[in-house]
C-alpha cells in the first residue's frame, strides 16, 4: 500500500504506534520528517531514502529505539545530525548519502556498535571521522566519501577485520598510510583518493586476499610500491597515480591475471617496463604517464589484445614504436608523446580500426606516414608535431589541423593551411628557389629606402620633441612613440631595468610582461614579444595582429594601448598598467581570492561579456579575440575587468571562411577546434563559458566541463550524474554561499555559461544575447539556492 507523505501527515503518523516497517522510498514525498515520528517506538525498518524530503533530521529519531535499519539518502535534508541518534544502539544500517546535511559527526554516534553499513558520502560533513566506528567489529561497509572531514583514519577500522567495502575519497583526511591500516580478509574494494595521506605503502596490502580495486590517487605517498601488491591476485583494479613513488615498477605486478586498469601515472617511477606486465592479458587501461620511466617500449606489451586505453607519454622511452602495438585491435587512445621515440610509425597503427585518438608529438620519429593511415576513419584527433616525419599525408580529418603537424621535416597535403599541396612541393620548387632570390633582392632594396626615409623623419620629430614643455601630457608623448622609435625603446628600457626578470609581472602564449615607471611619473605594462623557433615571422604576425586590432577599439573592460616599437630587434607593446593583476592569479591565491565577492565576481563576468559583446557586434570589422582565458582578464584597482592579449585577435572578414591557424590555451578552447580551425564568434563565446565557471567555481572548472560533453555525448535519454550535482556545492567554497537577489544573479550566470558551453557552435548565444541577458531583471529563485543542482540550469528533467 503506497501513501503520500500529506495523507500520512494529515493522518498523524504518530498514532500508527503498531507499526513495525514503515517504507515510503522512492515517492515524491516532501516538507520535513515530522517529529511525531519519534512515537512509532515498535519501528524496527524506517526507509524514506529517494524523495524529496527537506529541512533537518528531528532529534525525536533517537526515540526509535529498536530501529534495525535508517534509510534517510537521496533527498534534500539539512542541519546536522541530531545527537540522539547514539540512543539507536542496535541500528546495523545508516543511510544518510545525497542530502546536504553539515557540521560534525555527534560523539554519540560511537555508541552504535553494531553497524554493518554506514553511508555518510555526499554530504557537506566537517571534522573528524566516527573515530569507534568498528568497534562492535561488525562493520562491513563504509563510504564517506565527497565530504571535508579532516584529520586521521578512525583507530578502530585498522584491525575491523570485516571490512568489505570502504570509500573515503574526495576529503581532507590525512595520516600515515602506512599505519592507518590492517590486514582485511573480506576486503574488496577500497578508495582513498584525493586525501593528504602521506607516508610509504605498506606490504599489508598484498594480504588481503578478496581485494578486487584499490584506489589511492592524489595523496603524497611516497617510496617504493611494494611488491607484495602481486600477491593480492583478485585485484582488477589499481590505482597509485599522482603521488610521489618512487623506484621501479615491481614486476610481480605481472602476476595479477584480473587486472584489467592499472593507472600509476604522474609519479617519479624509473628504470624500464619490466616485460612481467606482458602477462596482463586482461588489462583494458594502462597509464604510466608523466614518470622517469626508459628503455625501449616491451615488445611484450603487445600481449594487450584487450587495451582500450595506453598512455606512456612523458617518459624517457627511446627506440622505435613496437610493431606489436599495432595488434591491439580494440586500442582507443594511444599517446606516447613526449619522449625519445625514433624510426618509423609501424604501419600495423594504421589497422586499429578502433583508434579515436594519438598523440606522437614530441619525439624523434622519421620517414613518411604509412598509407594503411587512409582508412582509419575511426581516428578523430592525431598529433605528430615536433618529428622529423614527411611526406603526404593521410586525407582523413584527423590530420586537419596545422598545430597537430608543425615543426617536422617535410609534411605536404592537400587539404592542410600552412602546407604545401603535395602534387607542388616538389615541381615548382626551382621557380620558387629563383622567386624567394628575386623579391629578396627587391624587399632588401626597400628596405634601405624606408630605412634612410625613417631615420631623417625621427631626427625631424627628435627636434620638435626638445621645443615641448617637460610637463608635456603623456598622451601626446606616446603618440609620438607610436611611430616607433628610439626614444620610446630608451625609455622602456630604462623602466624596465633592461627587461630584468624583478620588473617582470607575468608570462602569456606571445610573451613576458613587464611593468615600467616611466620619466614622467606613469606606470604602464609592457609586453616584450617571445622569440620563435621558426625565426620572427610567427611573433611579428603576432604583434602586428594586436597592434591592428587595438589601434581600432576603444573600450572601458579592454586594455588600452599607448605605443609600440620594434625597435633594435626587439618588438614589444605599452599597455595601461592594470594594478591587480590577472583574473588568474587572484583566483588561486586563497587570500586575494577571498576580496572577490560574489557581486566583484558577478561585475567581473558583466565586464567581460560587455568587452566581447564590443568586439563581436560593434567593431567593422568584427574582431574574435580567440584566447579568452582567465590569464587575459586583467583587473584595475576597482576590480574592473579588462580583456587583454590581443595577439592572437583576427579580424573577421564576413565574407569569408575564416579558417586559421589554431590560437588559444587549452581548458578554453572550444571543442570544435579539435577537428575544424574555422573561426567565428561562438568560439569567443565558448571561452566565456569557461572562465564565468572559473569566476564563480574560484578554479578551473575542467572536471565539470568534461562531465558536461560527456553527458552531451552520450547516447543514454537517463540524467547523468552532473545534473543531481548541487549548484552551492561546486561553487568557490571560499566565500559564503550568496543570498537573495545575488543568489538570483549567481544562479542566472550559471545558466548562461552552461548554455555559452554547448557543443554545438549555433546552439551557443551570441555575446550580445549575453550582454542583455545579464542586464536584465532576474527572476525569483523557484526554490531554495541551497537545493538548485546543475541539472536544472542545464535545462534537464532532473
Known amino acids: 500500500m503506497i501513501l503520500s507523505w500529506q495523507l500520512i501527515v494529515s493522518l498523524e503518523i504518530g498514532w500508527l504506534t503498531s507499526l513495525n516497517d514503515?517504507?515510503?522510498?522512492?515517492?515524491?514525498?516532501?516538507?520535513?520528517?515530522?517529529?511525531?515520528?519519534?512515537?512509532?517506538?515498535?519501528?524496527?525498518?524506517?526507509?524514506?531514502?529517494?524523495?524529496?524530503?527537506?529541512?533537518?533530521?528531528?532529534?525525536?529519531?533517537?526515540?526509535?529505539?529498536?530501529?534495525?535499519?535508517?534509510?534517510?539518502?537521496?533527498?534534500?535534508?539539512?542541519?546536522?545530525?541530531?545527537?540522539?541518534?547514539?540512543?539507536?544502539?542496535?541500528?546495523?544500517?545508516?543511510?544518510?548519502?545525497?542530502?546536504?546535511?553539515?557540521?560534525?559527526?555527534?560523539?554519540?554516534?560511537?555508541?552504535?556498535?553494531?553497524?554493518?553499513?554506514?553511508?555518510?558520502?555526499?554530504?557537506?560533513?566537517?571534522?573528524?571521522?566516527?573515530?569507534?566506528?568498528?568497534?562492535?567489529?561488525?562493520?562491513?561497509?563504509?563510504?564517506?566519501?565527497?565530504?571535508?572531514?579532516?584529520?586521521?583514519?578512525?583507530?578502530?577500522?585498522?584491525?575491523?577485520?570485516?571490512?568489505?567495502?570502504?570509500?573515503?575519497?574526495?576529503?581532507?583526511?590525512?595520516g600515515d598510510i602506512a599505519e592507518s591500516f590492517g590486514v582485511y580478509p573480506t576486503l574488496n574494494y577500497i578508495d582513498l583518493s584525493s586525501n593528504n595521506f602521506y607516508g610509504e605503502l605498506s606490504e599489508k596490502w598484498g594480504q588481503c586476499h578478496m581485494l578486487t580495486s584499490l584506489s589511492i590517487s592524489n595523496n603524497n605517498i611516497s617510496g617504493a610500491i611494494p611488491p607484495q601488491l602481486g600477491k593480492a591476485i583478485q585485484l582488477q583494479q589499481l590505482d597509485l597515480s599522482a603521488n610521489h613513488l618512487s623506484g621501479k615498477i615491481p614486476k610481480e605486478l605481472g602476476m595479477l591475471p584480473s587486472l584489467f586498469i592499472l593507472l600509476l601515472g604522474d609519479n617519479n617511477l624509473s628504470s624500464s617496463i619490466p616485460l612481467e606486465l606482458g602477462n596482463l592479458f586482461n588489462l583494458e587501461i594502462l597509464n604510466l604517464a608523466s614518470n622517469n620511466l626508459s628503455g625501449p617500449i616491451p615488445r611484450q606489451l603487445g600481449n594487450f589484445w584487450k587495451l582500450r586505453s595506453f598512455n606512456l607519454s612523458e617518459n624517457r622511452f627511446v627506440d622505435s614504436i613496437p610493431d606489436e602495438i599495432g595488434k591491439m585491435h580494440h586500442l582507443e587512445s594511444l599517446d606516447l608523446s613526449q619522449n625519445m621515440l625514433i624510426g618509423e610509425v609501424p604501419p600495423l597503427l594504421g589497422e586499429l580500426q578502433n583508434l579515436e585518438t594519438l598523440n606522437l608529438s614530441h619525439n624523434g620519429l622519421s620517414g613518411t606516414i604509412p598509407h594503411t593511415f587512409d582508412d582509419l576513419?575511426?581516428?578523430?584527433?592525431?598529433?605528430?608535431?615536433?618529428?622529423?616525419?614527411?611526406?603526404?599525408?593521410?586525407?582523413?580529418?584527423?590530420?586537419?589541423?596545422?598545430?597537430?603537424?608543425?615543426?617536422?621535416?617535410?609534411?605536404?597535403?592537400?587539404?592542410?593551411?600552412?602546407?604545401?599541396?603535395?602534387?607542388?612541393?616538389?615541381?615548382?620548387?626551382?621557380?620558387?628557389?629563383?622567386?624567394?632570390?628575386?623579391?629578396?633582392?627587391?624587399?632588401?632594396?626597400?628596405?634601405?629606402?624606408?630605412?634612410?626615409?625613417?631615420?631623417?623623419?625621427?631626427?625631424?620629430?627628435?627636434?620638435?620633441?626638445?621645443?615641448?614643455?617637460?610637463?608635456?601630457?603623456?598622451?601626446?608623448?606616446?603618440?609620438?612613440?607610436?611611430?616607433?622609435?628610439?626614444?620610446?625603446?630608451?625609455?622602456?628600457?630604462?623602466?624596465?631595468?633592461?627587461?630584468?626578470?624583478?620588473?617582470?609581472?607575468?608570462?602569456?602564449?606571445?610573451?613576458?610582461?613587464?611593468?615600467?615607471?616611466?620619466?614622467?611619473?606613469?606606470?604602464?605594462?609592457?609586453?616584450?614579444?617571445?622569440?620563435?623557433?621558426?625565426?620572427?615571422?610567427?611573433?611579428?604576425?603576432?604583434?602586428?595582429?594586436?597592434?591592428?586590432?587595438?589601434?581600432?577599439?576603444?573600450?572601458?573592460?579592454?586594455?588600452?594601448?599607448?605605443?609600440?616599437?620594434?625597435?633594435?630587434?626587439?618588438?614589444?607593446?605599452?599597455?595601461?598598467?592594470?594594478?591587480?593583476?590577472?583574473?588568474?592569479?587572484?583566483?588561486?591565491?586563497?587570500?586575494?581570492?577571498?576580496?572577490?565577492?560574489?557581486?566583484?565576481?558577478?561585475?567581473?563576468?558583466?565586464?567581460?561579456?560587455?568587452?566581447?559583446?564590443?568586439?563581436?557586434?560593434?567593431?567593422?570589422?568584427?574582431?574574435?579575440?580567440?584566447?579568452?582565458?582567465?590569464?587575459?582578464?586583467?583587473?584595475?584597482?576597482?576590480?574592473?575587468?579588462?580583456?587583454?592579449?590581443?595577439?592572437?585577435?583576427?579580424?573577421?572578414?564576413?565574407?569569408?571562411?575564416?579558417?586559421?591557424?589554431?590560437?588559444?590555451?587549452?581548458?578554453?578552447?572550444?571543442?570544435?577546434?579539435?577537428?575544424?580551425?574555422?573561426?567565428?564568434?561562438?568560439?569567443?563565446?565558448?571561452?566565456?563559458?569557461?572562465?564565468?565557471?572559473?569566476?564563480?567555481?574560484?578554479k578551473h572548472p575542467g572536471e565539470l566541463i568534461s562531465s558536461l560533453l560527456s553527458s552531451a555525448s552520450s547516447s543514454s535519454s537517463s540524467p547523468s550524474t552532473v545534473d543531481h550535482r548541487l549548484l552551492n556545492d561546486v561553487m568557490d567554497q571560499r566565500l559564503s554561499p550568496p543570498v537573495n537577489q545575488v543568489a538570483e544573479e549567481v544562479v542566472a550566470v550559471v545558466k548562461l555559461a552552461f548554455a555559452c558551453l554547448r557543443v554545438n557552435p549555433q546552439s551557443r548565444p551570441t555575446m550580445q544575447q549575453v550582454g542583455r541577458a545579464l542586464s536584465t531583471q532576474w527572476p525569483p529563485l523557484s526554490k531554495p539556492f541551497s537545493m538548485i543542482t546543475l541539472g536544472e540550469l542545464l535545462g534537464h528533467d532532473s
Not at 165 to 172: A, D, F, H, I, P
Not at 427 to 454: D, E, H, M, Y
Not at 659 to 686: C, R
Open 22 to 174: 514503515l517504507d515510503l522510498a522512492a515517492n515524491s514525498l516532501t516538507g520535513p520528517i515530522p517529529p511525531s515520528i519519534g512515537n512509532l517506538r515498535n519501528l524496527t525498518s524506517l526507509h524514506l531514502h529517494t524523495n524529496k524530503l527537506s529541512g533537518s533530521i528531528p532529534q525525536e529519531i533517537g526515540w526509535l529505539r529498536l530501529l534495525d535499519d535508517l534509510i534517510l539518502s537521496v533527498n534534500n535534508l539539512n542541519g546536522s545530525i541530531p545527537a540522539s541518534i547514539g540512543n539507536l544502539s542496535s541500528l546495523t544500517f545508516l543511510f544518510l548519502n545525497h542530502n546536504e546535511l553539515s557540521g560534525a559527526i555527534p560523539l554519540e554516534m560511537n555508541n552504535i556498535t553494531h553497524l554493518k553499513s554506514l553511508q555518510l558520502f555526499e554530504n557537506n560533513f566537517i571534522g573528524q571521522l566516527p573515530q569507534e566506528i568498528c568497534l562492535g567489529g561488525v562493520l562491513e561497509n563504509f563510504t564517506a566519501f565527497g565530504n571535508h572531514f579532516t584529520g586521521p583514519i578512525p583507530k578502530s577500522l585498522k584491525n575491523c577485520t570485516s571490512l568489505v567495502r570502504v570509500r573515503l575519497e574526495r576529503n581532507q583526511l590525512m
Open 377 to 698: 576513419i575511426s581516428l578523430t584527433v592525431a598529433d605528430i608535431s615536433y618529428n622529423q616525419l614527411e611526406g603526404p599525408l593521410p586525407n582523413i580529418k584527423a590530420f586537419a589541423s596545422f598545430e597537430a603537424l608543425k615543426n617536422n621535416k617535410g609534411l605536404c597535403g592537400n587539404n592542410v593551411t600552412h602546407l604545401k599541396p603535395c602534387s607542388a612541393s616538389r615541381k615548382r620548387a626551382n621557380k620558387f628557389s629563383v622567386l624567394i632570390i628575386v623579391l629578396l633582392i627587391v624587399s632588401t632594396l626597400l628596405f634601405l629606402f624606408a630605412f634612410i626615409i625613417g631615420i631623417c623623419f625621427l631626427f625631424q620629430k627628435l627636434r620638435k620633441r626638445k621645443t615641448k614643455s617637460p610637463e608635456a601630457d603623456v598622451e601626446d608623448l606616446f603618440a609620438i612613440w607610436g611611430h616607433d622609435g628610439e626614444l620610446l625603446y630608451e625609455h622602456i628600457i630604462q623602466g624596465t631595468d633592461n627587461f630584468s626578470s624583478k620588473q617582470c609581472i607575468g608570462t602569456g602564449g606571445y610573451g613576458t610582461v613587464y611593468k615600467a615607471e616611466l620619466p614622467t611619473g606613469r606606470v604602464v605594462a609592457v609586453k616584450k614579444l617571445h622569440s620563435s623557433q621558426d625565426g620572427d615571422m610567427a611573433d611579428l604576425k603576432a604583434f602586428k595582429s594586436e597592434i591592428h586590432a587595438l589601434t581600432q577599439i576603444r573600450h572601458r573592460n579592454i586594455v588600452k594601448l599607448y605605443g609600440f616599437s620594434s625597435f633594435a630587434e626587439i618588438s614589444f607593446l605599452v599597455y595601461e598598467f592594470m594594478e591587480k593583476g590577472s583574473l588568474r592569479n587572484i583566483l588561486s591565491n586563497d587570500e586575494e581570492a577571498e576580496k572577490l565577492d560574489w557581486n566583484v565576481r558577478l561585475n567581473i563576468v558583466k565586464g567581460v561579456a560587455k568587452a566581447l559583446s564590443y568586439m563581436h557586434h560593434d567593431c567593422s570589422p568584427p574582431i574574435v579575440h580567440r584566447d579568452i582565458s582567465s590569464n587575459n582578464v586583467l583587473l584595475d584597482s576597482e576590480y574592473e575587468a579588462h580583456v587583454s592579449d590581443f595577439g592572437t585577435a583576427r579580424l573577421l572578414k564576413l565574407d569569408s571562411s575564416n579558417w586559421t591557424s589554431f590560437a588559444g590555451t587549452f581548458g578554453y578552447t572550444a571543442p570544435e577546434l579539435a577537428y575544424t580551425m574555422k573561426v567565428d564568434n561562438k568560439t569567443d563565446v565558448y571561452s566565456f563559458g569557461v572562465v564565468t565557471l572559473e569566476v564563480i567555481m574560484g
